[in-house]
């Protein structure tokens, strides 16, 4: 409710006449910290983490479907490079399509990546299979998220007051980009093509490393009102669960009401 309250208060109105009751709850979240698809070395990753300093990395994780093509993951790379930021990249050895999962299965990441990448970024990046994404939002060193808008990583950030960089890949992840930033003002953009997202157009769209870059940089100097914003709903999202709260409520309004208590 606190969260997307306007449209749930619109769907309350219409609903006292055209349809069923709603019991808005949330966020519905698994904290426990296992990632469904097993962690890489998580206690090195965490140990990595605890080196770095407040707010300076960025985490890059795009979901369990977000593989990219081969000239894609060279842009990010590069983008990451020019940045100069710290980050922690969840790069999954395969990808729907294209050369990349041939070429990475075996964890040869230097015949995908830029020349000497790996090299000069060593002192400030790392780059796994898959990690824990709740652990790894909820650490202190991390000061931006590069995410796939899945609405499950959306409301772990939230949760967790990390604000995000969108880049929506598929299915309703281009909605939620721009609920995100758009309508909530709780992310900024990296790229967004609104036709080809939306299957108006052809081909593929590649977001350049001066993209990457820049989003990077944008999410890591985010201004003061939309971090504000990230931290006012972080902290509803927590009270929304306690005793008193929206989310408890609406729960306990359903039981009694399902049940006719």
């Known amino acids: 409710m606190d969260l997307e309250s306007h449209v749930i208060r619109v ?52 979901g369990s479907m977000g593989g990219f093509e081969a000239d894609q993951v060279r842009e990010i790379a590069n983008g990451l490079d020019q940045s100069g930021y710290r980050f922690l990249w969840s790069l999954p050895r395969s990808a729907p399509k294209g050369d990349l999962g041939s070429s990475i299965e075996n964890d040869n990441l230097n015949e995908v990546l830029p020349k000497g990448f790996v090299d000069r970024t060593a ?33 772990e950030s939230v949760w967790f007051g990390v604000p995000m960089a969108t880049w929506p890949l598929y299915s309703e992840q281009q909605l939620n980009a721009f609920e995100l930033v758009k309508e909530l003002g709780l992310a900024v953009e990296i790229s967004i093509d609104y036709r080809l997202n939306f299957g108006i157009g052809k081909g593929n769209y590649l977001v350049t490393a001066e993209e990457v870059e820049n989003g990077v940089k944008r999410v890591m100097n ?31 309004r359903f039981i009694e009401e399902v049940l006719h208590i």
């Not at 998580?42 to 770095?52: F, N, T």
């Not at 652990?135 to 609405?151: E, R, S």
């Not at 504000?228 to 729960?251: P, Q």
Request: charged share 20%.
């Open 222 to 252: 985010i201004d003061d009102e939309i971090r504000g914003k990230v931290r006012d709903i972080r902290n509803l999202s927590r009270k929304a669960l306690k005793v008193g709260g929206s989310s408890n409520h609406n729960l306990g």
């Open 11 to 62: 769907l309350l109105d219409q609903g006292k006449t055209k349809i069923p009751p709603i019991y808005p709850v949330g966020p519905i979240l698994s904290l426990d910290g296992k990632s469904q698809q097993g962690d890489q070395d998580q206690d090195s990753i965490m140990a990595w983490l605890d080196e770095q300093p407040l707010s300076s990395v960025v985490f890059l994780c795009f």
């Open 123 to 155: 002192h400030r990046g790392k780059i796994v299979k898959w990690v824990s994404k709740v652990q790894i939002l909820a650490h202190k060193a991390i000061g931006g998220f590069v995410t796939h808008c899945g609405w499950n990583s959306i409301l």
